[in-house]
T-cell receptor, first 110, second 113 residues
């Protein structure tokens, strides 16, 4: 069974204080690793897909990287509007089911 | 382009009752997946529908069932509601059976009392 573990559970940052979120995974035949952002009471918003080790993707202050066992989401100079829960999910060889981690809740104080 | 929509937004039901949740997929998408998200947890896969057929199912009992219609909209039905069924129910649409990018709706918050 595919497993995804995210750390830390919660992260409190000062505006401008860069940090990284970790997503460790165990999957049989990784087809893709996904990052989503979720605001309270809302559905997850798609951010990135990574397919192979060494791949990197960027969007505004966010940068996602992938190794063979984990992915990192780097937040550079965060702003209060970056406050959200960030979810990581993997797609394994079963080819249809996303397996999610529990998320990291990021709070950025002005 | 129309995004994924879900109805209703919120719902309160009593234990033992039945509920139907609805989802309209994003324009151009033919696959719908349903997830259950308990408070403080990541979404858990319930099942997926592709071209009106169930394409895969997670570890949920048979009282969770679904339908997909020719316009690719979908319903999630839950019978004999239990207190633990209280959660945010999310619908995600994608193209094809390999969901490289799934787009989620806003969810339906179900409370069972």
């Amino acid at each position: 069974e595919d497993q995804v573990t995210q750390s830390p559970e919660a992260l409190r940052l000062q505006e401008g204080e860069s940090s990284s979120l970790n997503c460790s995974y165990t999957v049989s035949g990784l087809r893709g690793l996904f990052w989503y952002r979720q605001d309270p009471g809302k559905g997850p918003e798609f951010l990135f897909t990574l397919y192979s080790a060494g791949e990197e993707k960027e969007k505004e202050r966010l940068k996602a990287t992938l190794t063979k066992k984990e992915s990192f989401l780097h937040i550079t100079a965060p702003k209060p509007e970056d406050s959200a829960t960030y979810l990581c999910a993997v797609l394994g060889s079963n080819d249809y089911k996303l397996s999610f981690g529990a998320g990291t809740t990021v709070t950025v104080r002005a | 382009e129309t995004g994924v929509t879900q109805s209703p937004t919120h719902l309160i039901k009593t234990r033992g009752q039945q509920v139907t949740l609805r989802c309209s997929s994003q324009s151009g998408h033919n696959t719908v997946s349903w997830y259950q998200q308990a408070l403080g947890q990541g979404p858990q896969f319930i099942f997926q529908y592709y071209r009106e057929e169930e394409n895969g199912r997670g570890n949920f009992p048979p009282r969770f069932s679904g339908l997909q219609f020719p316009n690719y909209s979908s319903e999630l039905n839950v019978n004999a509601l239990e207190l633990d069924d209280s959660a945010l129910y999310l619908c995600a649409s994608s193209f094809g059976t390999r969901p490289h990018e799934q787009y989620f709706g806003p969810g339906t918050r179900l409370t069972v009392t």
